[in-house]
């Protein structure tokens, strides 16, 4: 099974600020790569599939990028209700196995 | 609009059984695989299981075999997940979600529901 990790699990932030969570498996997982946000007692939203697709509704702010084994997702000009956990999640095969999530704080 | 609305979560003793539903509207039911996802207290998403717009394929995570059945009607759009045997560990709110068929081999979610609570407590 292929296992999802992220970096960091937290990080603290502005708004205004650039934010980058990194995503590692432990096999190469070609173009499969989605990430989520979720916020406490909320529906998770998808962001980003297929590594750099943006999913439709979903702001421009958010960017995705990577190859292989290593992913990024990028936030250009953090917002207020950005504040969130984010989770990566393979979906080249089955297990889908999700990060361990990247709580985005307050600073 | 797409809506998920699942239901049937409660406390339940471990080696209790429990039966979650997901009501869906707003798509094309029959279209879509459809899975569940959990969340236990404190920890991340965990993916339970996945099941064939026609209901003749089944995935399921190594920890949940042969005691979570997943299911589903088409003529009521609706989703199920049958617990057996419950466990402390199965704790968690449980979230139905659709998979919007990126994916050659694998599984994305694109709508979730707000989930249930799963509580397996003496």
């Known amino acids: 099974d292929i296992q999802m990790t992220q970096s960091p699990s937290s990080v603290s932030a502005s708004v205004g600020d650039r934010v980058t969570i990194t995503c590692r498996a432990s096999?190469?997982?070609?173009?499969?790569l989605a990430w989520y946000q979720h916020k406490p007692g909320k529906a998770p939203k998808l962001l980003i599939y297929?590594?750099?697709s943006l999913y439709s509704g979903v702001p421009s702010r958010f960017s995705g990028s990577g190859s292989g084994t290593d992913f990024t997702l990028t936030i250009s000009s953090l917002q207020p209700e950005d504040f969130a956990t984010y989770y990566c999640?393979?979906?080249?095969?089955?297990?889908?196995?999700f990060g361990q999530g990247t709580n985005v704080e307050i600073k | 609009e797409v809506q998920l609305v699942e239901s049937g979560g409660d406390l339940v003793q471990p080696g209790g059984s429990l039966r979650l539903s997901c009501a869906a509207s707003g798509f094309t039911f029959t279209n879509f695989w459809m899975a569940w996802v959990r969340q236990a207290p404190g920890k991340g998403l965990e993916w339970v299981a996945s099941i064939h717009p026609d209901g003749r394929a089944r995935y399921y995570v190594d920890a949940v075999k042969g005691r979570l059945t997943i299911s589903r009607d088409n003529a009521k759009n609706s989703l199920y997940l049958q617990m057996n045997s419950l466990r402390a560990e199965d704790t968690a709110v449980y979230y139905c979600a659709r998979d919007p068929g990126y994916a050659s081999d694998g599984f994305e979610f694109d709508y979730w529901g707000q989930g249930t609570l799963v509580a397996v407590t003496s």
């Open positions: 297929d590594v750099s």
């Open positions: 999640q393979q979906a080249d095969s089955v297990p889908p196995a």
């Open positions: 096999q190469s997982i070609s173009g499969w």
